[in-house]
């Protein structure tokens, strides 16, 4: 290999999962200066992705002969297994994996333990941050795994991200991203509480987000899904009702795994099922803020 053909072998890296998350990563490597090699099973966002720059695989085996180091930005478990398998399947020298989705650990450490017996690294490394975060690389990683592996995927992290945090041993990087999880479910339904308390006081909804995103009860969810509770507008997904049922549930067989009460957490459960139930599925999470308008009577103009 020539070495102007190495040094582009080295600036590659494959994202495989090209959905709002895994989209935004491919999205700033690229502007970051990476060769980046994609592959997600939607030909939408294949075909949104090769606008961007991003060069398309055929599937993740011929991505991962792309690319030494490789992104799965993914919605279920079972995706990810299948992912992990293919590229153990390859005959390829060792990849370093760096999984970004929200999963349980066991489902990480079956991945895990597929690609380790072909030669191959997956480190747990969830993002900390929404889509529209993502967008901009306002993302935390809490990275865990072989540390060598992390401080060689560092360059790629940064990409895509403000800070990275090498958490320690495999699967501390779920259990972070769940404590974090726990507290942005939580907080998002305290600021539908609060928006729709204040609404049903007849005070307006810019007004409350003005108040209260420049004083103590202010928090990043609050600031990132309040514009959303304002306008009444949740089509433009940041994380999806749908995919953040998944999360909810992984967290909260953590928390009863490890015989944790969660009384707040819990009080959320059934806000977030309302969701669902009244056609918010591929909505905002900041949706529940509709669903505590209905159950308090709050009435306002439909938007357009």
Same mark, same amino acid.
């Given at each position: ?178 404590? &974090? ?5 939580? !907080?998002?339904?305290?600021? /539908?509480?609060?928006? @729709? *308390?204040?609404? +049903? $006081? %007849? ?71 309302? &969701? ?5 599925? !591929?909505?905002?999470?900041? /949706?529940?803020?509709? @669903? *505590?308008?209905? +159950? $308090? %009577? ?7």
């Amino acid at each position: 290999m020539s070495p102007a053909k190495a040094k582009k072998k080295n600036k590659t890296v494959g994202v495989v999962g090209l959905g709002i998350m895994g989209g935004a990563f491919a999205r700033n490597l690229v502007a970051a200066g990476w060769r980046v090699v994609g592959y997600d099973i939607d030909a939408a966002r294949r075909k949104e992705m090769i606008k961007a720059g991003v060069e398309i695989a055929r599937d993740a085996k011929a991505l991962a002969a792309e690319a030494p180091i490789i992104i799965t930005s993914l919605p279920k478990p079972a995706a990810l297994i299948a992912t992990a398998k293919a590229i153990g399947a390859t005959d390829l020298p060792r990849r370093i994996v760096i999984e970004a989705s929200t999963f349980t650990i066991d489902d990480k450490e079956k991945a895990e333990r597929a690609l380790r017996a072909a030669g191959h690294v997956l480190l747990d490394c969830p993002v900390s941050g929404t889509g529209s975060q993502a967008k901009t690389g306002d993302l935390v990683i809490y990275a865990s795994g072989d540390p060598k592996a992390i401080a060689k995927v560092k360059p790629v992290l940064a990409g895509f991200s403000r800070k990275t945090y090498d958490v320690g041993k495999f699967g501390n990087g779920s259990r972070m991203k769940y404590v &974090a999880n726990l507290l942005v479910a939580i !907080n998002n339904v305290a600021s /539908a509480e609060a928006m @729709v *308390l204040g609404m +049903k $006081a %007849g005070l307006d909804p810019k007004t409350i987000f003005e108040m209260i995103s420049n004083g103590a009860g202010n928090s990043r969810v609050f600031e990132l899904r309040a514009p959303m509770m304002v306008k009444n507008q949740y089509d433009q997904a940041t994380m999806k009702c749908s995919v953040w049922q998944k999360d909810m549930d992984v967290i909260g067989a953590f928390a009863k795994k490890l015989k944790v009460p969660t009384p707040l957490f819990s009080a959320t459960l059934p806000i977030y099922a309302a &969701a669902l139930k009244s056609g918010h599925a !591929n909505d905002d999470t900041a /949706a529940v803020c509709a @669903v *505590l308008e209905a +159950k $308090a %009577g709050v009435k306002r103009r439909k938007r357009r």
